[in-house]
């Protein structure tokens, strides 16, 4: 009986036990892929908490103290898919010639709103904005805001501004910059034409570059 005892006490007793980080950083990033891919395919509108959770099989509390909700959910993806193109690039302190600063900023600008979860993210926009507005100032402020901001900050930099036209209407600059970047998104988005290969879309991304240079470089 005392080996028993003895056996017994030198088995740990299994428990729950906290998570480790790793563990929850993953719960997280699956929980964010599960709300992004049911706002996608059943409109941002329609998808509630309830039914977030139990796809992601968390609680429901878990979404609201690690996002605040739903509305805190749309933030949290919008901020990932940004970082994943955006991480390594700070116009604000970026040396290189303003061209090649730009076009690396065209790629990358291009690349994030042409994939296919951009395009299906401004579908449900255009579908559910009368309804939602709340998504849609959430869109504005962490995307088209943020992006606009960033181009303006960039052009208004002493360095730069010297390289540019001096009657050039500067609020302007961003949108302009950013639709030639783009070329006809909204063929894209309502339609789902491309314009043609990768090889081509560059091109035709090369040709609209220099169009903006042309009208706003000395």
């Known amino acids: 009986m005392s080996r028993t005892i003895v056996a017994a006490k030198k088995t740990p007793a299994k428990g729950a036990g906290r998570p480790r980080a790793a563990e929850v950083e993953t719960r997280l990033e699956d929980l964010k892929r599960t709300a992004g891919r049911l706002f996608l395919?059943?409109?941002?509108?329609?998808?509630?908490?309830?039914?977030?959770?139990?796809?992601?099989?968390?609680?429901?509390?878990?979404?609201?103290i690690k996002f605040g909700g739903k509305q805190g959910l749309l933030s949290a993806l919008l901020q990932d898919k940004r970082a994943q193109f955006f991480s390594d690039m700070d116009l604000d302190k970026d040396q290189r010639p303003i061209r090649e600063v730009?076009?690396?900023?065209?790629?990358?600008?291009?690349?994030?709103l042409?994939?296919?979860?951009?395009?299906?993210?401004?579908?449900?926009?255009a579908a559910e904005a009368r309804g939602n507005p709340q998504m849609v100032e959430t869109f504005f402020a962490l995307g088209p805001n943020v992006t606009r901001e960033a181009i303006a900050r960039f052009l208004q930099r002493p360095d730069v501004r010297a390289q540019l036209l001096d009657d050039?209407?500067?609020?302007?600059?961003?949108v302009h910059l950013i639709n030639c970047v783009l070329g006809d998104q909204l063929s894209r988005v309502l339609r789902g034409q491309q314009e043609g290969t990768p090889e081509q879309c560059?091109?035709?991304?090369?040709?609209?570059?220099?169009?903006?240079?042309?009208?706003?470089l000395r």
Request: glycine share 2%.
């Open 41 to 64: 395919e059943k409109g941002y509108g329609n998808v509630s908490l309830e039914m977030i959770a139990r796809e992601a099989r968390v609680a429901v509390r878990t979404i609201y």
């Open 168 to 174: 050039l209407p500067e609020d302007q600059l961003p």
């Open 114 to 125: 042409t994939s296919p979860e951009a395009v299906a993210l401004q579908r449900m926009l």
């Open 202 to 216: 560059a091109e035709a991304r090369r040709q609209r570059m220099a169009l903006f240079y042309r009208s706003v």
């Open 102 to 112: 730009l076009d690396d900023f065209a790629t990358r600008l291009y690349s994030l």
